[in-house]
């Protein structure tokens, strides 16, 4: 027995939603078109437009870099920025810190049930900007919808691949005593945008996030360094203490740095201030800190500062042979004190 | 001035702790406790030891496979495994369906305050197994621990990387009419398992999820079938009809199923029933699908049956010219029927 099916469609009609459903992540008829119309539309793309359960991508012989993170900030739009380009940056820049090239990128999205539609093509479009704006592809996704409350409304993880070039072998395990310590610009930034927007703080100058992808950057500073960087680190979660400090344990050398050196933005200075935070420990977004031989660190510096993302790029200190494993600082007022690891979470849901 | 720290030593003890704290993912020190003694122990490799912020790995010239998703399944132990397992399996299950062969592995932890250490102990030992019985790498990863109510108990992302051997280009474009469909085992194990699990249905046979890595299957199958393997996938959410949908819309060719043909366990089929689930939409974790040319088929489907997790192998159909980007099923009464996309969710957080 057989039939003619070929002039038959689907019975159930497609429709319009204004928020995330169950069946938006059922992987049926809904995911598809979730997919086709929120997704592929900003991602579009050769590879990501077969829609297969994996991206092929052609490599050339060498190392890649992987990265993975999964973004849960809390509020999802924040000033300067919103949880999407974050999402693209971010992982860019793990990418970026290893000396890689970021290529290509996946997004997996965990989104709570009654999700604003509007919102997630927000986010989904900013993504696409930040994406552009690197030079890397989403090649491949996936999407879970949680019932209500089972998710805080949008987590998205992003896990990357770059192309290392040949000969570049950063790591903190190559700092040597005499390297300087260079930060990009200002800290502490995204983390008080994020915490003055939940506190409902305002300052005369809004605070911003300063996320950006910093592959533009790394890859200038690779070229002028002629081999000089031994590590690069976006000092993200805890901050400029918490990479430092890594750095210190990960070497076995001492790291010096000078307070009076350090960019902070007025604004963010004095939001820190009144909510008792140090800015040392307080996430940032599109910085990053180089550990440079001395010989080499003006030719990055002034590459740097060639760069929008490099402008206020400064030397903050160096590697030491004294007190190893541990960084210290010298304060403002021409003391020294150790700046340890932070223990704990004094912002949760930064990024 | 400068003072000597080399034997200061952090003034805050670490605690031993039952259940995870915020303070886990906050980037600080207890953030590398809980890598220390709870990721490592189980995921120790060279490359991930090295705890960067991105993992580099050798490859050799060619393509790779690049794959992510998250799992959300609930409950999170379930009967035939957890979450971790899953995590680890599914991934890999997407890398291997291109024909490439799975290497590395990210995860990625979206961590509820207040989730039992003891848990979390059991689901990282059993991805720890799980990759180690599929020979895969966990080369970097990342810890989100989100406010109690935000997040519900653990969600896992992984994404993966694998190299497709050369000569090797599976897709669902490549079908042709007169290709057979074979199915490597018993379908709706995995979905059934969680949903009486959910609903505390109990049969004479426990029904267990069937999640296994599936990359040794299909190496084994890419050998015998000497270039005759058109497509492979593994037929999760919205099961074996969501898959053949998808390839029959990709191939606008017809694909006709034999519904006799297809194995499903009796208790799995007694749940089927119980609950008005049709197996052909549950999701299955330890099983795939294959478009084989007719000349090959015999040869793969010997090879299938001489491998664990394909001794139930079986034709279930073929590609056909006639209804073009259909799923067409004879049924056991000998009538023909569409099996349509699912539209919607049948059953949520399957995985």
């Given at each position: 027995?057989?039939?003619?099916?070929?002039?038959?469609?689907?019975?159930?009609?497609?429709?319009?939603?204004?928020?995330?459903?169950?069946?938006?992540?059922?992987?049926?008829?809904?995911?598809?078109?979730?997919?086709?119309?929120?997704?592929?539309?900003?991602?579009?793309?050769?590879?990501?437009?077969?829609?297969?359960?994996?991206?092929?991508?052609?490599?050339?012989?060498?190392?890649?870099?992987?990265?993975?993170?999964?973004?849960?900030?809390?509020?999802?739009?924040?000033?300067?920025?919103?949880?999407?380009?974050?999402?693209?940056?971010?992982?860019?820049?793990?990418?970026?810190?290893?000396?890689?090239?970021?290529?290509?990128?996946?997004?997996?999205?965990?989104?709570?049930?009654?999700?604003?539609?509007?919102?997630?093509?927000?986010?989904?479009?900013?993504?696409?900007?930040?994406?552009?704006?690197?030079?890397?592809?989403?090649?491949?996704?996936?999407?879970?919808?949680?019932?209500?409350?089972?998710?805080?409304?949008?987590?998205?993880?992003?896990?990357?691949?770059?192309?290392?070039?040949?000969?570049?072998y950063l790591s903190a395990a190559n700092l040597c005593p005499g390297d300087k310590i260079v930060l990009s610009g200002?800290?502490?930034?995204?983390?008080?945008?994020?915490?003055?927007?939940?506190?409902?703080?305002?300052?005369?100058?809004?605070?911003?996030?300063?996320?950006?992808?910093?592959?533009?950057?790394?890859?200038?500073?690779?070229?002028?360094?002629?081999?000089?960087?031994?590590?690069?680190?976006?000092?993200?979660?805890?901050?400029?203490?918490?990479?430092?400090?890594?750095?210190?344990?990960?070497?076995?050398?001492?790291?010096?740095?000078?307070?009076?050196?350090?960019?902070?933005?007025?604004?963010v200075e004095a939001a820190c201030e009144i909510l008792g935070i140090d800015p040392l420990y307080v996430a940032n977004e599109g910085k990053l800190l180089a550990a440079v031989?001395?010989?080499?660190?003006?030719?990055?510096?002034?590459?740097?500062?060639?760069?929008?993302?490099?402008?206020?790029?400064?030397?903050?200190?160096?590697?030491?042979?004294?007190?190893?494993?541990?960084?210290?600082?010298?304060?403002?007022?021409?003391?020294?004190?150790?700046?340890?690891?932070?223990?704990?979470?004094?912002?949760?849901?930064?990024?």
């Amino acid at each position: 027995m057989s039939m003619d099916f070929s002039k038959a469609t689907c019975p159930l009609p497609i429709m319009d939603h204004a928020t995330i459903q169950l069946a938006h992540g059922s992987g049926g008829r809904m995911s598809a078109d979730l997919i086709r119309r929120v997704f592929l539309p900003h991602f579009a793309n050769p590879v990501l437009n077969l829609l297969e359960d994996q991206a092929v991508l052609e490599l050339s012989l060498g190392r890649i870099a992987f990265s993975t993170d999964t973004y849960v900030v809390d509020p999802i739009f924040f000033p300067g920025g919103n949880i999407g380009e974050l999402a693209i940056n971010g992982t860019i820049n793990d990418v970026a810190m290893s000396g890689g090239r970021p290529l290509y990128l996946s997004a997996a999205f965990v989104i709570e049930e009654g999700f604003s539609m509007e919102s997630l093509h927000e986010i989904v479009a900013a993504m696409a900007r930040a994406g552009k704006t690197a030079g890397i592809l989403v090649v491949t996704g996936d999407t879970k919808v949680v019932n209500r409350g089972s998710c805080d409304k949008i987590f998205i993880n992003t896990s990357g691949v770059g192309m290392i070039p040949e000969g570049v072998y950063l790591s903190a395990a190559n700092l040597c005593p005499g390297d300087k310590i260079v930060l990009s610009g200002t800290i502490a930034d995204h983390g008080m945008a994020i915490m003055t927007c939940r506190q409902g703080l305002s300052f005369q100058s809004r605070i911003e996030s300063d996320t950006a992808a910093l592959n533009g950057l790394t890859e200038t500073m690779l070229e002028a360094a002629k081999g000089g960087i031994r590590a690069m680190r976006d000092p993200t979660r805890g901050g400029v203490a918490a990479s430092l400090n890594e750095w210190a344990e990960t070497a076995g050398a001492g790291i010096k740095i000078e307070e009076t050196m350090i960019p902070v933005r007025p604004e963010v200075e004095a939001a820190c201030e009144i909510l008792g935070i140090d800015p040392l420990y307080v996430a940032n977004e599109g910085k990053l800190l180089a550990a440079v031989a001395p010989e080499n660190v003006q030719d990055v510096l002034a590459a740097m500062r060639d760069h929008p993302l490099g402008r206020n790029a400064v030397i903050i200190g160096e590697v030491t042979v004294d007190n190893p494993g541990l960084l210290v600082m010298t304060t403002v007022l021409g003391t020294t004190r150790i700046v340890d690891m932070p223990l704990g979470e004094q912002l949760p849901r930064i990024c």
